[in-house]
């Protein structure tokens, strides 16, 4: 085990390695390296020549991920993956998602060339953000075999395709294949920063991930009577404006009193729009989470019902889409709570949540045990460059890693887990 001051230094090593990453931008003023844009080239070079030192082999699958693997201690032995994404939104900070890579570098460089029962494979996903393609998660899509024609055939902006963007890459999107997942991989941990303010408030630098939430995103119509402001008495009124008011205060005030609830309502647009005329139309949007799929739909189903009865006291009517319908994502039980270990073990008090956003786990826990530890994110501020985290839970982050890896090493139900279930 690494002394504390030799982590230490490893931690500011890990840092200055992820702000190093964030000069590498498509943009001259801020980060941003979005799905195998020409500075992915770069990041990658960069990337592989720490884990090349480090005597790993080092891959770049037909999706554009960066694969290095640093062996087990016998030829057969199964692996372990370790990893988050490089690519970034605009104006990015420098260390969501590849801090996760990073880091796991770090914990392979920490083991001074002691081999585990396992191998370890750090994987720096090409994609996770959604920012070229509109799609987000192509990276992990590819390691469970989720990257289809339809996939392949989106456009971007400038009417490039996936299939297009990885030859241009140089890669052969015919070779997609190749990237699923083997049988022999044991499970899937992660390391992120938190990206909100929950572990800051409770003080503690580390969190353990139980499960990601599933989200719904509806559009709901408001249609009442586009009518005279000045000439139309107030009970003679069907204000569409007024009722989507009257239900958004209602979606707040069900999210404040239930528990884990989040919803959001982002967008609203009134028709005709004019300051003397009363909205026939309005149009706004509702972004539901919960971790249990169970609460989420009880709490829509409320909010529908909400909506109803505010526009049925205006006589108007409404109508709602469903645009998106996620459900939650169960961490592994097990893994978390040999994390829950390890972070105590490294001298801190774990905090169990739920992960409001969408991460690289979420995909690969359809197909293999997957773990996420976050760290404290300093003013719970992301995807903005101000983004920052704190050495020292840097430094906490990589001394929870080794102990997790030394628990994984002696636990024989872990090594003797049926790959891939
Ligand atoms: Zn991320």
Redesign the pocket.
């Known amino acids: 085990m690494q002394t504390t001051s030799g982590l230490a230094n490893l931690a500011a090593k890990v840092i200055a390695r992820c702000r190093k990453l964030a000069s590498i931008s498509e943009d001259a003023g801020g980060a941003r390296r979005t799905f195998l844009s020409p500075p992915m080239h770069d990041c990658h070079r960069e990337v592989s020549s720490w884990m090349k030192a480090l005597g790993m082999s080092v891959t770049v699958d037909a999706v554009g991920n960066l694969r290095g693997f640093y062996p087990g201690a016998s030829p057969g032995a199964p692996r372990i993956l370790m990893g988050?994404?490089l690519d970034t939104v605009p104006n990015a900070g420098a260390f969501?998602?590849i801090l996760?890579v990073v880091l796991a570098v770090g914990l392979v460089e920490s083991l001074n060339g002691l081999k585990l029962p396992f191998g370890i494979e750090v994987v720096g996903f090409s994609e996770?953000?959604g920012v070229r393609f509109g799609v987000p998660f192509i990276g992990s899509r590819a390691l469970v075999g989720r990257v289809d024609e339809e996939l392949l055939g989106r456009k971007d902006e400038r009417g490039v395709s996936v299939r297009k963007a990885i030859q241009e890459f140089g890669l052969n999107p015919n070779e997609i294949s190749k990237a699923v997942l083997r049988d022999d991989v044991l499970g899937y941990i992660e390391f992120?920063?938190e990206?909100g303010p929950v572990l800051e408030n409770s003080g503690r630098p580390l969190g353990v991930v139980e499960a990601i939430v599933g989200q719904s995103r509806l559009e709901f119509n408001f249609s009442g009577q586009t009518n005279h402001a000045g000439t139309t008495p107030m009970n003679l009124r069907h204000d569409a404006l007024a009722a989507a008011a009257d239900w958004i205060l209602a979606v707040e005030n069900l999210a404040q009193r239930t528990p884990g609830i989040v919803a959001t309502v982002g967008f609203v647009e009134a028709k005709p729009g004019a300051t003397n005329v009363i909205a026939g139309e309005t149009r706004a949007t509702l972004d539901i989470r919960h971790a249990s799929d169970r609460a989420r739909t009880e709490a829509l189903d409320e909010l529908i019902r909400q909506a109803e009865s505010a526009a049925a006291r205006r006589g108007v009517t409404v109508k709602w889409r469903t645009l998106l319908a996620q459900h939650a994502v169960a961490m592994d039980a097990f893994l978390a709570e040999q994390i829950e270990h390890a972070i105590q073990k490294a001298g801190c008090e774990p905090h169990r949540m739920a992960s409001g956003?969408g991460?690289?786990a979420m995909i690969l826990a359809e197909q293999i045990p997957a773990a996420m530890i976050f760290l404290r994110t300093p003013g719970g501020i992301?995807h903005d460059p101000s983004e920052s985290v704190h050495l020292d839970d840097v430094a906490k982050a990589l001394e929870c890693g080794l102990h997790l890896l030394t628990q994984l090493a002696a636990s024989q139900e872990f090594l003797g887990r049926t790959c891939r279930a």
């Open positions: 988050s994404h969501d998602g996760g996770e953000e992120h920063i990206q956003a991460h690289d992301s």
